[in-house]
Protein backbone atom coordinates (compact mmCIF):
# COMPACT_ATOMS: atom_id res chain seq x y z
CA UNK A 1 0.00 0.00 0.00
CA UNK A 2 1.55 3.24 -1.04
CA UNK A 3 2.15 6.10 1.94
CA UNK A 4 3.14 9.08 2.06
CA UNK A 5 6.54 9.91 3.65
CA UNK A 6 8.18 12.99 5.02
CA UNK A 7 11.39 11.67 2.68
CA UNK A 8 8.97 12.59 -0.20
CA UNK A 9 8.83 16.04 0.28
CA UNK A 10 12.20 16.65 1.23
CA UNK A 11 13.34 14.45 -2.49
CA UNK A 12 11.05 16.57 -3.77
CA UNK A 13 11.92 20.30 -1.82
CA UNK A 14 15.89 19.21 -2.19
CA UNK A 15 15.06 18.44 -6.31
CA UNK A 16 13.99 21.85 -6.48
CA UNK A 17 16.54 23.42 -4.80
CA UNK A 18 19.45 21.62 -6.82
CA UNK A 19 17.64 22.86 -10.22
CA UNK A 20 18.13 26.20 -8.32
CA UNK A 21 21.26 26.33 -7.76
CA UNK A 22 22.09 24.56 -11.19
CA UNK A 23 20.65 27.27 -13.19
CA UNK A 24 20.96 30.44 -10.98
CA UNK A 25 21.41 32.92 -11.49
CA UNK A 26 18.11 31.90 -14.00
CA UNK A 27 19.07 35.29 -16.49
CA UNK A 28 20.11 36.45 -19.17
CA UNK A 29 19.20 33.05 -21.48
CA UNK A 30 20.83 33.28 -24.81
CA UNK A 31 21.20 30.67 -28.02
CA UNK A 32 25.13 29.89 -27.81
CA UNK A 33 26.94 31.03 -30.61
CA UNK A 34 28.76 28.56 -33.06
CA UNK A 35 27.45 25.13 -31.29
CA UNK A 36 26.38 22.30 -33.35
CA UNK A 37 23.86 19.96 -32.25
CA UNK A 38 25.97 17.61 -31.09
CA UNK A 39 27.66 19.92 -28.88
CA UNK A 40 24.29 19.69 -26.72
CA UNK A 41 25.01 15.90 -25.76
CA UNK A 42 28.71 15.85 -25.65
CA UNK A 43 29.78 17.65 -22.13
CA UNK A 44 32.92 19.64 -22.05
CA UNK A 45 35.99 18.68 -20.15
CA UNK A 46 36.79 21.35 -17.59
CA UNK A 47 39.62 23.51 -17.95
CA UNK A 48 40.33 24.21 -14.03
CA UNK A 49 38.80 22.65 -11.13
CA UNK A 50 40.09 22.15 -7.82
CA UNK A 51 39.07 20.44 -4.18
CA UNK A 52 36.45 22.54 -3.58
CA UNK A 53 34.27 21.39 -6.87
CA UNK A 54 34.53 17.78 -5.96
CA UNK A 55 33.60 17.99 -2.87
CA UNK A 56 30.86 20.38 -3.58
CA UNK A 57 29.51 18.65 -6.75
CA UNK A 58 29.28 15.31 -4.65
CA UNK A 59 28.25 16.68 -1.30
CA UNK A 60 25.35 18.40 -3.80
CA UNK A 61 23.63 15.15 -5.09
CA UNK A 62 24.19 12.69 -2.10
CA UNK A 63 21.48 13.98 0.07
CA UNK A 64 19.23 14.06 -3.05
CA UNK A 65 20.31 10.42 -3.84
CA UNK A 66 19.63 9.44 0.05
CA UNK A 67 16.10 10.78 0.14
CA UNK A 68 15.09 9.55 -3.46
CA UNK A 69 16.00 6.22 -2.68
CA UNK A 70 14.36 6.08 0.70
CA UNK A 71 11.47 7.74 -0.27
CA UNK A 72 10.61 5.50 -3.33
CA UNK A 73 10.99 2.17 -0.91
CA UNK A 74 9.01 3.88 2.19
CA UNK A 75 6.51 4.63 -0.30
CA UNK A 76 5.75 1.35 -2.68
CA UNK A 77 8.94 -0.81 -1.35
CA UNK A 78 9.91 -1.17 -4.89
CA UNK A 79 14.02 -2.14 -4.68
CA UNK A 80 13.88 -1.83 -8.37
CA UNK A 81 12.34 1.42 -8.62
CA UNK A 82 14.65 2.84 -6.05
CA UNK A 83 17.47 2.00 -7.58
CA UNK A 84 16.51 2.83 -11.05
CA UNK A 85 15.76 6.29 -9.97
CA UNK A 86 18.57 6.22 -7.75
CA UNK A 87 21.28 4.88 -10.93
CA UNK A 88 19.30 6.26 -14.08
CA UNK A 89 17.31 9.21 -13.23
CA UNK A 90 19.29 11.39 -11.08
CA UNK A 91 22.23 11.19 -13.20
CA UNK A 92 19.61 12.49 -15.90
CA UNK A 93 18.51 15.31 -13.75
CA UNK A 94 22.48 16.25 -13.68
CA UNK A 95 22.48 15.59 -17.32
CA UNK A 96 19.71 18.21 -18.08
CA UNK A 97 21.15 20.81 -16.09
CA UNK A 98 24.22 20.86 -17.29
CA UNK A 99 22.78 21.17 -21.02
CA UNK A 100 20.88 23.42 -20.01
CA UNK A 101 23.89 25.99 -18.61
CA UNK A 102 24.75 26.54 -22.87
CA UNK A 103 21.98 29.03 -22.11
CA UNK A 104 23.10 30.61 -19.60
CA UNK A 105 26.53 32.73 -20.06
CA UNK A 106 27.32 32.19 -16.24
CA UNK A 107 27.39 29.26 -15.86
CA UNK A 108 30.05 26.59 -17.78
CA UNK A 109 28.37 23.15 -18.23
CA UNK A 110 31.19 20.33 -17.51
CA UNK A 111 31.58 16.71 -17.76
CA UNK A 112 33.52 16.40 -14.55
CA UNK A 113 30.28 17.79 -12.81
CA UNK A 114 28.01 15.49 -14.11
CA UNK A 115 29.88 12.61 -13.28
CA UNK A 116 30.62 13.82 -9.39
CA UNK A 117 27.07 14.38 -9.49
CA UNK A 118 26.36 10.97 -10.61
CA UNK A 119 28.87 9.66 -8.03
CA UNK A 120 27.34 11.44 -5.49
CA UNK A 121 23.57 10.40 -6.09
CA UNK A 122 24.58 6.86 -6.16
CA UNK A 123 26.25 6.95 -2.82
CA UNK A 124 23.76 8.39 -1.05
CA UNK A 125 21.50 5.78 -2.46
CA UNK A 126 23.93 3.30 -1.70
CA UNK A 127 24.10 4.55 2.05
CA UNK A 128 20.08 4.36 1.84
CA UNK A 129 20.74 0.44 1.10
CA UNK A 130 22.58 -0.05 4.05
CA UNK A 131 20.49 1.91 6.18
CA UNK A 132 17.64 -0.29 5.14
CA UNK A 133 19.91 -3.40 5.19
CA UNK A 134 20.52 -3.09 8.48
CA UNK A 135 17.22 -1.93 9.56
CA UNK A 136 17.45 1.76 9.92
CA UNK A 137 14.39 2.50 8.03
CA UNK A 138 12.63 0.36 10.32
CA UNK A 139 13.52 2.10 13.36
CA UNK A 140 12.87 5.36 11.56
CA UNK A 141 8.56 4.37 11.34
CA UNK A 142 9.00 2.90 14.65
CA UNK A 143 10.01 6.52 16.25
CA UNK A 144 7.77 8.78 14.14
CA UNK A 145 4.76 6.23 15.13
CA UNK A 146 5.83 6.67 18.74
CA UNK A 147 6.54 10.66 18.61
CA UNK A 148 4.15 11.98 15.60
CA UNK A 149 0.61 11.30 14.48
CA UNK A 150 0.05 9.44 10.74
CA UNK A 151 -0.06 12.22 7.98
CA UNK A 152 2.47 14.20 9.42
CA UNK A 153 5.12 14.22 6.55
CA UNK A 154 4.50 17.86 5.38
CA UNK A 155 5.44 19.34 9.10
CA UNK A 156 8.30 17.10 9.33
CA UNK A 157 9.66 17.92 5.88
CA UNK A 158 8.81 21.36 7.12
CA UNK A 159 10.73 21.62 10.02
CA UNK A 160 13.57 19.59 8.09
CA UNK A 161 13.69 23.17 5.71
CA UNK A 162 13.80 25.25 9.02
CA UNK A 163 17.31 25.24 9.52
CA UNK A 164 18.13 26.07 5.64
CA UNK A 165 16.46 29.07 6.02
CA UNK A 166 17.92 30.30 9.22
CA UNK A 167 21.22 30.21 7.12
CA UNK A 168 20.68 32.95 5.07
CA UNK A 169 21.38 36.71 7.11
CA UNK A 170 17.98 38.10 7.83
CA UNK A 171 17.69 41.55 9.55
CA UNK A 172 16.68 39.84 12.51
CA UNK A 173 17.81 36.65 14.43
CA UNK A 174 15.27 33.93 13.67
CA UNK A 175 13.30 35.97 11.27
CA UNK A 176 11.95 34.57 8.24
CA UNK A 177 9.67 35.18 5.72
CA UNK A 178 10.83 38.51 4.40
CA UNK A 179 9.03 38.37 1.40
CA UNK A 180 7.02 41.96 0.68
CA UNK A 181 9.71 44.39 0.87
CA UNK A 182 11.37 41.93 -2.23
CA UNK A 183 7.98 42.01 -4.13
CA UNK A 184 7.67 45.33 -3.43
CA UNK A 185 11.66 45.96 -5.08
CA UNK A 186 10.62 43.27 -7.99
CA UNK A 187 6.79 45.90 -8.59
CA UNK A 188 9.35 48.88 -8.72
CA UNK A 189 11.13 47.64 -11.10
CA UNK A 190 8.12 45.95 -13.19
CA UNK A 191 7.12 49.63 -13.08
CA UNK A 192 9.63 51.69 -13.57
CA UNK A 193 9.16 54.28 -17.17
CA UNK A 194 5.82 53.12 -17.24
CA UNK A 195 2.76 55.62 -16.52
CA UNK A 196 2.34 53.87 -12.85
CA UNK A 197 5.76 54.23 -12.15
CA UNK A 198 5.97 54.98 -8.62
CA UNK A 199 8.09 58.15 -7.48
CA UNK A 200 10.30 58.94 -4.84
CA UNK A 201 7.51 60.73 -2.78
CA UNK A 202 5.64 57.28 -2.96
CA UNK A 203 8.12 55.52 -1.62
CA UNK A 204 7.99 55.24 2.83
CA UNK A 205 11.18 55.53 4.18
CA UNK A 206 12.79 52.11 5.87
CA UNK A 207 12.56 53.12 9.33
CA UNK A 208 14.22 50.64 12.55
CA UNK A 209 11.65 48.64 14.66
CA UNK A 210 11.13 49.70 18.23
CA UNK A 211 13.06 47.32 20.46
CA UNK A 212 9.79 45.87 21.57
CA UNK A 213 8.55 44.57 18.13
CA UNK A 214 11.90 43.35 17.41
CA UNK A 215 11.57 41.44 21.14
CA UNK A 216 8.31 40.02 19.79
CA UNK A 217 9.85 39.13 16.15
CA UNK A 218 12.23 36.89 17.75
CA UNK A 219 9.80 35.22 20.22
CA UNK A 220 7.64 34.50 16.83
CA UNK A 221 10.46 33.38 14.67
CA UNK A 222 11.27 30.56 17.44
CA UNK A 223 7.76 29.52 18.15
CA UNK A 224 6.76 29.39 14.55
CA UNK A 225 8.33 26.24 14.53
CA UNK A 226 7.87 24.97 17.86
CA UNK A 227 4.33 25.49 17.35
CA UNK A 228 3.94 23.37 13.63
CA UNK A 229 6.10 20.54 15.71
CA UNK A 230 3.14 20.31 18.63
CA UNK A 231 0.75 20.00 15.92
CA UNK A 232 1.88 16.75 14.62
CA UNK A 233 2.94 15.45 17.97
CA UNK A 234 1.63 13.01 20.00
CA UNK A 235 0.66 13.65 23.83
CA UNK A 236 3.07 13.28 26.81
CA UNK A 237 6.48 14.20 28.13
CA UNK A 238 8.00 14.04 24.25
CA UNK A 239 6.43 17.17 23.53
CA UNK A 240 8.68 19.34 25.99
CA UNK A 241 11.74 17.29 24.49
CA UNK A 242 10.84 19.01 20.77
CA UNK A 243 10.29 21.98 22.18
CA UNK A 244 13.79 22.52 23.57
CA UNK A 245 15.13 20.73 20.72
CA UNK A 246 13.49 23.06 18.22
CA UNK A 247 14.89 25.90 20.28
CA UNK A 248 18.38 24.39 19.96
CA UNK A 249 18.37 23.64 16.73
CA UNK A 250 17.47 27.48 16.21
CA UNK A 251 20.29 28.81 18.45
CA UNK A 252 22.86 26.57 17.06
CA UNK A 253 22.32 27.85 13.00
CA UNK A 254 21.75 31.28 13.83
CA UNK A 255 25.20 31.11 15.45
CA UNK A 256 26.86 29.16 12.26
CA UNK A 257 24.91 31.75 10.02
CA UNK A 258 27.13 34.36 11.91
CA UNK A 259 30.07 32.19 11.45
CA UNK A 260 29.86 32.25 7.92
CA UNK A 261 28.96 35.97 7.23
CA UNK A 262 31.32 37.66 10.13
CA UNK A 263 34.27 34.63 11.44
CA UNK A 264 34.41 32.40 14.78
CA UNK A 265 35.24 35.41 16.37
CA UNK A 266 31.50 37.26 16.22
CA UNK A 267 29.43 33.45 16.66
CA UNK A 268 27.20 35.51 19.52
CA UNK A 269 27.04 38.74 18.86
CA UNK A 270 23.67 38.87 17.35
CA UNK A 271 23.02 38.03 20.85
CA UNK A 272 21.43 41.71 22.05
CA UNK A 273 19.80 43.25 24.62
CA UNK A 274 16.65 42.91 22.55
CA UNK A 275 17.38 39.06 21.31
CA UNK A 276 17.69 37.94 24.63
CA UNK A 277 14.33 38.69 25.87
CA UNK A 278 12.68 37.44 22.80
CA UNK A 279 14.72 34.32 22.95
CA UNK A 280 13.19 34.00 26.56
CA UNK A 281 9.08 34.80 25.94
CA UNK A 282 9.22 32.21 22.85
CA UNK A 283 10.82 29.50 24.88
CA UNK A 284 8.01 29.58 27.47
CA UNK A 285 5.61 29.94 25.08
CA UNK A 286 6.68 26.86 23.45
CA UNK A 287 6.70 25.02 26.39
CA UNK A 288 3.58 26.00 27.43
CA UNK A 289 1.96 25.11 24.70
CA UNK A 290 3.58 21.95 25.04
CA UNK A 291 0.36 21.14 27.50
CA UNK A 292 -2.26 22.53 24.77
CA UNK A 293 -4.26 20.05 21.75
CA UNK A 294 -2.65 19.43 18.65
CA UNK A 295 -5.19 21.50 17.25
CA UNK A 296 -4.96 24.65 19.73
CA UNK A 297 -1.16 24.69 18.84
CA UNK A 298 -2.42 24.59 15.06
CA UNK A 299 -4.79 27.07 14.83
CA UNK A 300 -2.47 29.43 17.48
CA UNK A 301 0.36 28.53 15.00
CA UNK A 302 -1.50 30.37 12.17
CA UNK A 303 -1.79 33.55 14.22
CA UNK A 304 2.31 33.40 15.38
CA UNK A 305 2.90 33.19 11.63
CA UNK A 306 0.75 36.12 10.85
CA UNK A 307 2.14 37.79 12.99
CA UNK A 308 6.00 37.02 12.19
CA UNK A 309 5.50 37.54 8.48
CA UNK A 310 3.50 41.32 9.16
CA UNK A 311 6.92 42.13 11.07
CA UNK A 312 9.17 40.94 8.62
CA UNK A 313 7.74 43.09 6.79
CA UNK A 314 8.35 46.15 8.42
CA UNK A 315 11.84 45.16 9.30
CA UNK A 316 14.38 47.22 7.37
CA UNK A 317 17.63 46.00 5.99
CA UNK A 318 21.01 46.31 7.77
CA UNK A 319 23.34 47.97 5.92
CA UNK A 320 26.24 45.98 7.10
CA UNK A 321 24.59 42.88 6.71
CA UNK A 322 24.17 43.94 3.17
CA UNK A 323 27.64 44.30 2.84
CA UNK A 324 28.45 41.36 4.16
CA UNK A 325 26.29 39.47 1.90
CA UNK A 326 28.51 40.34 -0.51
CA UNK A 327 30.46 37.03 0.49
CA UNK A 328 27.79 35.27 -0.41
CA UNK A 329 27.10 36.40 -3.63
CA UNK A 330 30.49 36.78 -5.26
CA UNK A 331 32.10 34.33 -3.13
CA UNK A 332 31.96 30.42 -3.57
CA UNK A 333 29.00 29.81 -1.71
CA UNK A 334 26.81 31.92 -3.81
CA UNK A 335 24.62 28.90 -4.54
CA UNK A 336 23.74 28.19 -1.19
CA UNK A 337 23.10 31.42 -0.52
CA UNK A 338 20.28 31.45 -2.90
CA UNK A 339 18.48 28.76 -1.97
CA UNK A 340 19.20 29.73 2.11
CA UNK A 341 17.32 32.41 0.64
CA UNK A 342 14.52 31.81 -0.82
CA UNK A 343 13.77 29.07 1.66
CA UNK A 344 13.89 31.41 4.54
CA UNK A 345 11.11 34.10 2.20
CA UNK A 346 8.97 31.30 1.43
CA UNK A 347 8.95 29.03 4.38
CA UNK A 348 6.87 30.71 6.67
CA UNK A 349 4.20 30.77 4.13
CA UNK A 350 4.35 27.06 3.46
CA UNK A 351 4.00 26.55 6.86
CA UNK A 352 0.95 28.79 7.40
CA UNK A 353 -0.52 27.18 3.84
CA UNK A 354 -0.04 23.68 5.85
CA UNK A 355 -1.31 24.75 8.91
CA UNK A 356 -4.41 26.09 7.45
CA UNK A 357 -4.85 22.74 5.73
CA UNK A 358 -4.44 20.54 8.46
CA UNK A 359 -7.30 22.78 10.33
CA UNK A 360 -9.63 22.08 7.62
CA UNK A 361 -9.32 18.74 7.68
CA UNK A 362 -9.83 18.49 10.98
CA UNK A 363 -12.98 20.34 10.82
CA UNK A 364 -14.07 17.55 7.56
CA UNK A 365 -13.28 15.11 10.00
CA UNK A 366 -15.14 16.32 12.83
CA UNK A 367 -18.50 16.97 10.70
CA UNK A 368 -17.78 13.09 9.23
CA UNK A 369 -18.13 12.13 12.82
CA UNK A 370 -20.92 13.73 13.81
CA UNK A 371 -22.77 12.93 10.75
CA UNK A 372 -22.15 8.97 11.86
CA UNK A 373 -23.39 9.45 15.57
CA UNK A 374 -26.27 11.72 14.84
CA UNK A 375 -27.71 9.10 12.55
CA UNK A 376 -27.92 5.95 14.06
CA UNK A 377 -28.19 2.12 12.29
CA UNK A 378 -31.75 1.23 11.82
CA UNK A 379 -33.08 -1.87 12.60
CA UNK A 380 -31.77 -4.66 9.78
CA UNK A 381 -34.25 -6.05 7.21
CA UNK A 382 -36.40 -8.98 8.06
CA UNK A 383 -34.34 -11.65 6.16
CA UNK A 384 -31.15 -10.54 8.28
CA UNK A 385 -33.18 -10.75 11.64
CA UNK A 386 -32.32 -13.85 13.88
CA UNK A 387 -34.48 -16.52 15.36
CA UNK A 388 -34.69 -15.00 18.49
CA UNK A 389 -35.21 -11.26 16.89
CA UNK A 390 -38.58 -12.63 15.62
CA UNK A 391 -39.34 -14.18 18.35
CA UNK A 392 -39.15 -11.45 20.38
CA UNK A 393 -41.22 -9.38 18.21
CA UNK A 394 -43.61 -12.33 17.97
CA UNK A 395 -44.01 -12.08 21.65
CA UNK A 396 -44.54 -8.28 21.92
CA UNK A 397 -46.90 -7.87 19.01
CA UNK A 398 -49.37 -10.63 21.04
CA UNK A 399 -48.73 -8.62 24.45
CA UNK A 400 -50.13 -5.29 22.35
CA UNK A 401 -52.95 -7.29 21.31
CA UNK A 402 -54.15 -9.31 24.70
CA UNK A 403 -53.49 -6.06 26.07
CA UNK A 404 -55.90 -3.11 27.60
CA UNK A 405 -57.49 -0.57 24.99
CA UNK A 406 -59.05 2.42 25.17
CA UNK A 407 -60.85 4.01 22.60
CA UNK A 408 -60.43 7.82 21.25
CA UNK A 409 -62.08 10.39 19.54
CA UNK A 410 -61.37 9.42 16.26
CA UNK A 411 -61.98 5.82 17.14
CA UNK A 412 -58.44 4.59 16.54
CA UNK A 413 -57.07 1.92 19.73
CA UNK A 414 -54.05 3.14 21.57
CA UNK A 415 -52.06 0.98 23.66
CA UNK A 416 -51.51 2.35 27.35
CA UNK A 417 -49.01 1.41 29.56
CA UNK A 418 -49.65 0.32 33.13
CA UNK A 419 -47.61 2.32 35.84
Not at 104 to 119: E, I
Not at 175 to 199: D, H, S
Not at 214 to 243: D, F, N, T, W
Amino acid sequence: MHRRSSASWLALCYAVLVVYASLYPFWPWRMPPSLPWPGFVGLPWPRYWGRFDIWINVAGYWPLGLLCFSAVIRGSGSLLRALLLTVVGLPLLSFSMETLQYFLPGRVPSLVDFLLNSAGAWLGGLCAWAVLGLGGLARWNGWRERWFVPHSAGALALLAMWPVGLLYPAPLPLGLGQLFPRLREWTELLLENTPWELVPKELTDDLPLPPGLEAIAIAMGLLAPCLLALSVARPGKRRALLVLGAIALGVTTTAWSTVLNFGPDHAWAWLTSTTGPGLIIGGVLALLAAFMSRRANAAWGLVVLTVLIALMAEAPSDPYLLESLQFWEQGRFVNLYGLAQWVGWLWPFAALAWLLYGVTQSDRQSDRQGDVKSDPPGPPPAGERTSEERSAGRSEGQAVRDGPHERTLGGNPETTIDR
